[in-house]
């Protein structure tokens, strides 16, 4: 088992800058200190009871867990970085940022060694490593998000499942009883991400609850998404869809707004956009779409002072959830149809 000779040897440093470095009674810059964690991690170093003892005060450092994947809505996760980040920072705490493959090993490589104080995670799949093994930590833990196992930590979130149905009657309650699904990315459903999965199971049920038929087009793949296709599809088989819900980025939702102009589909005239689960702020879009969005500043905001107020009041927060109710965002891209006196949209030859 490596000791803390062997990570001060692979680091290229002294024992006791190591030791400053895990207890935090120094200033130590920030290039020694990265190769003293990659030392750490790459030597599965673990401090002795003895030597976290050394910490006799707080760190003041907060680890944000999250994993950057090739196919990461940019948007999104900046959104939610910065603002976690800034919450943080107003409650008097920095942020060490985690993204390393080994997730659940980085997390408690930094809890068992006091260089963090708790820890956020972030971008939750249903079935979530960290959060199910959250109790393996040695500092309170909240997941932004509700994956299926988190007895050991809080979680905070949107209501996704209220978001499916709260879509759902939005809809019908306008007069619109057959809908298109366009759905997230892909990779998203292939790696059960857990907002995606739950949105999308909630509106299905909702849907079927109110007799309502919904038509899914999924082939929203990033690198290959065709919007021409896609509208195609959808609308040129004299199918009588009159809205568009979709969970897809920004970049692909704009495009098919950009081709259903083309094609002299008017939005909201002869079809209405729903857009849920997503992040449409600060994006250029080709027109404003009515929008049930995520929540970065307010989630943040609430994962970050669970978290500190049990840091600094030591009160246990595993298996507490925090559930937002869903807000919807009029944007003026759905049409009442009943107020409008129309039955369905233009045909499109």
């Not at 499942?161 to 057959?178: F, K, N």
């Not at 296709?229 to 869809?241: K, L, R």
């Not at 107020?309 to 559930?323: C, F, M, N, W």
Request: with cysteine; proline share 3%; hydrophobic share 40%.
């Amino acid at each position: 088992m490596a000791g803390i000779k062997d990570v001060a040897r692979a680091a290229g440093v002294s024992v006791s800058t190591v030791s400053y470095v895990l207890s935090n009674k120094r200033s130590i810059s920030a290039e020694t200190t990265r190769r003293v964690m990659d030392a750490i991690r790459e030597l599965d170093y673990t401090p002795d009871a003895s030597a976290q003892k050394m910490r006799g005060v707080r760190n003041s450092i907060i680890a944000l867990s999250m994993p950057i994947r090739g196919d990461i809505n940019l948007a999104k996760y900046n959104a939610y970085f910065l603002r976690t980040a800034w919450e943080a920072k107003n409650a008097g705490y920095d942020v060490l940022l985690l993204t390393g493959e080994d997730v659940v090993g980085d997390i408690q490589r930094a809890t068992r060694s006091n260089l963090v104080d708790g820890v956020v995670l972030m971008d939750i799949e249903e079935s979530d490593e960290r959060a199910a093994k959250a109790s393996t930590y040695a500092k309170p833990t909240v997941a932004v998000g509700y994956p299926l196992s988190h007895d050991g930590c809080a979680c905070v979130d949107v209501d996704f499942v209220q978001v499916g149905r709260q879509a759902a009657d939005y809809l019908y309650d306008r007069g619109h009883r057959s809908v298109i699904l366009l759905r997230d990315n892909e990779h998203e459903y292939e790696r059960r991400s857990g907002y995606v999965v739950l949105f999308r199971e909630s509106v299905m049920d909702r849907a079927e609850e109110l007799g309502m038929s919904v038509l899914e087009f999924s082939k929203t793949d990033l690198a290959h998404f065709d919007a021409v296709e896609f509208v195609h599809e959808m609308f040129s088989d004299g199918g009588m869809a009159t809205a568009i819900i979709s969970q897809a980025p920004a970049s692909v939702l704009d495009h098919v707004l950009k081709e259903l102009q083309v094609r002299g589909i008017r939005v909201p005239e002869d079809v209405s956009v729903l857009s849920c689960g997503t992040f449409l702020e600060g994006e250029f879009m080709t027109r404003p779409v009515t929008e049930i969005p995520v929540m970065p500043e307010l989630l943040a905001h609430k994962a970050v002072s669970l978290l500190v107020d049990s840091i600094e009041g030591d009160r246990g927060i595993a298996g507490v959830v925090d559930l937002v109710s869903p807000v919807i965002q009029e944007r003026g891209s759905v049409l009442d149809l009943a107020a409008a006196g129309s039955g369905g949209r233009v045909a499109m030859t």
